[in-house]
Structure formats: C-alpha cells, structure tokens
C-alpha cells in the first residue's frame, strides 16, 4: 500500500496557481494527460497503469477544487469497482477546506442527496461483492432518509502521497484519503486511500 499521508493547512484565498492551470511543456506530461484522459473515458485500466498516470499528473491545489464536482470509477479489477455506481453516486461537493461533502447521490428522478459516511459499509465492500447486487440499490434509495445528512463529513488538506504535496479529501470519520491529480482545467484523478486495503481505488471528478 503506499506510503501515508502527512497533513498540512493551506490559504483557499492565496492558492492560485492550478485554477489558472500550468502550461504543459514537453511530450511527458502531454502523454500523460492524454493517458488519464483515455483511462477516464474508458473508464477502465490496470492497476499498474493507473499508478503510472497518477505518479505522471501534476499536483492540485486546495482552490481548485472548490464547487461540485461529478464522479466516475475507473475500473481496475479493484474490489470496490462498480459499488458506488451501483448505487447512484453523483459525485463530491467542496465548500471550503474544513467543509466538504464527501458522497453525493441521485435519486431515481435526479434529485441530490448526501450522504453521512459513516453509516456506509466501507470496510464490507472490499470483501462482500453482494453489496453491488441490484436489490442493494433499491433499499438504499428507500431507506436513504437513514443515512442522509445536511452536515458536511469530511475536509480538504493538503498531503503527500507518492513523492506529492496535493489536495486531498479527508473523512471525519472514517480512515480514509482521497489524493486528487489534475487532468486538466475540469478534471482530477482520484486515489482512494483507505487503511486496511491492499490496492488503491481509482476515480475521476469532472467539475459540474
């Protein structure tokens, strides 16, 4: 698993460098970008391959990732692969670095609804594959009002992962990170860092 994170505040009003977006210079980072961009499209890739883009993206600053932003997974035989599709995840909702909504979903009509992290089954998905199963979709949206909140679960810090200083989504109460790279101008790469998981979980954000 890779190496853990060390937190560290930075200023939303002084970080500005990636809202403007770096000028790409030389076929590195070009190829680089290009890759993510084909990965998140297609939506699948290897482990091997996405740890190689994600090593290759510049890191994203706290501002930049201010607003809603739409999720998809980025299948790499993961065990997690296709579980918040399953359930209508919309995406993640960032307010400021100390307030963050962390689980955005959709009803069946479209309409947004968050979610309180803590009551998910996090540490089940890695192991009980029954949790994608099409029945599980239909109580969660029945019993949603149970595990829905107003209150934001989660904050934003920067942390470093893999020779990176970047933004990174923090749970309140869960033992989990979300180190985000940028694509581009409305595109991260995500890497799920939970405690306890072997791999990490690959996720795009495209701002909404």
Same mark, same amino acid.
């Given at each position: ?47 091997? =391959? ?30 997690? =692969? ?59 949206? *029945? ?24 933004? *990174? ?23 799920? =860092?939970?405690?306890?998981? =072997? ?10």
């Amino acid at each position: 698993m890779a190496s853990s994170t060390q937190s560290r505040r930075s200023n939303p009003k002084t970080n500005t460098r990636a809202r403007n977006g770096a000028t790409r210079k030389g076929p590195g980072k070009s190829t680089s970008v290009q890759r993510a961009l084909e990965m998140i499209e297609s939506g699948r890739a290897t482990q091997q =391959d996405a740890l190689e883009v994600f090593d290759a993206l510049p890191a994203v600053e706290l501002d930049f990732m201010w607003g809603q932003w739409k999720g998809s997974g980025v299948n790499t035989d993961h065990p997690m =692969d296709g579980l918040l599709e399953n359930y209508r995840w919309y995406g993640k909702e960032f307010i400021d670095e100390d307030h963050v909504h962390p689980l955005l979903f959709q009803t069946g009509g479209g309409r947004l609804f968050k979610v309180n992290p803590a009551l998910m089954p996090m540490g089940l998905a890695l192991t009980q594959q029954w949790l994608k199963k099409p029945f599980m979709r239909f109580l969660f949206q *029945t019993f949603r009002f149970l595990i829905s909140t107003k209150k934001t679960t989660a904050r934003l810090r920067i942390t470093r992962l893999r020779g990176k200083d970047s933004a *990174t989504m923090c749970y309140d109460a869960l033992a989990i990170h979300d180190v985000f790279r940028k694509v581009d101008n409305d595109t991260v790469l995500g890497y799920m =860092d939970f405690k306890g998981m =072997d791999l990490p979980f690959f996720f795009a954000l495209r701002r909404a």
